[in-house]
């Protein structure tokens, strides 16, 4: 099976900062990646499919990259909603495995 | 408004079963893949299973496969999960949600359900 690995699991960070999580994919999935949002108590939120096309409804600060094995998902101007935790998913073939998450927390 | 609402969790013993719904709303349900999605306590996301649009076909994750069953009811706008050989690692909030993209990607999520296996 593909692994889906996120870096940092965590991270520390202030309003407007500019934030970058990483996904590794094992094996290239070519652009078949999603981002979702998590916060505390909540179901998770989809942000970015197909690795940069931006959901509806999701505000542009958001933006994803990548293609093949490593990708990005990019907070522009980390605003006080933005708090929580992301995961990555690959989204071709089964399973549809996720990252282990990172958790964006307030510096 | 699209809605999904799960129910059907609960407590239950190792090595029992349990039937998970969701009910949705306000979208075309017989045109979607559905799936099911767990997350353990203080733990990750994992897909669990998904169904095509007429139940043709389904897919599970290793670890639940032979013991879980993935279901729909298109008359009912509703989806299933039977689970029978339960076991501790599966206790988790279960989400129900809608599947976009040849199934892939899931859009629209309900608020979840928590299974809890233990004696």
């Known amino acids: 099976d593909i692994q889906m690995t996120q870096s940092p699991s965590s991270l520390s960070a202030s309003v407007g900062d500019r934030v970058t999580i990483t996904c590794r994919a094992s094996?290239?999935?070519?652009?078949?990646l999603n981002w979702y949002q998590q916060k505390p108590g909540k179901a998770p939120k989809l942000l970015i499919y197909?690795?940069?096309a931006l959901e509806s409804g999701v505000p542009s600060r958001f933006s994803g990259s990548g293609s093949g094995t490593d990708f990005t998902l990019t907070i522009s101007s980390l605003q006080p909603e933005d708090f929580a935790t992301y995961y990555c998913?690959?989204?071709?073939?089964?399973?549809?495995?996720f990252g282990g998450g990172t958790k964006v927390e307030i510096k | 408004e699209v809605q999904l609402v799960e129910s059907g969790g609960g407590l239950v013993q190792p090595g029992g079963s349990l039937r998970l719904s969701c009910a949705t709303s306000?979208?075309?349900?017989?045109?979607?893949?559905m799936t099911w999605v767990r997350q353990a306590p203080g733990k990750g996301l994992e897909w669990v299973a998904n169904?095509?649009?007429?139940?043709?076909?389904?897919y599970y994750v290793d670890s639940v496969k032979g013991r879980f069953t993935i279901s729909r009811d298109n008359a009912k706008n509703s989806f299933f999960l039977q689970m029978t050989s339960l076991r501790a690692e599966d206790t988790a909030v279960y989400y129900c949600?809608?599947?976009?993209?040849?199934?892939?990607?899931?859009?629209?999520w309900g608020q979840g359900t928590l299974v809890t296996v233990s004696s």
């Open positions: 169904i095509k649009q007429d139940g043709s076909e389904k």
């Open positions: 306000g979208f075309t349900f017989i045109t979607y893949w």
């Open positions: 998913q690959r989204s071709y073939g089964t399973p549809l495995t």
């Open positions: 949600a809608r599947a976009v993209r040849g199934g892939s990607v899931f859009d629209y």
């Open positions: 197909v690795a940069s």
């Open positions: 094996q290239s999935i070519s652009n078949y």
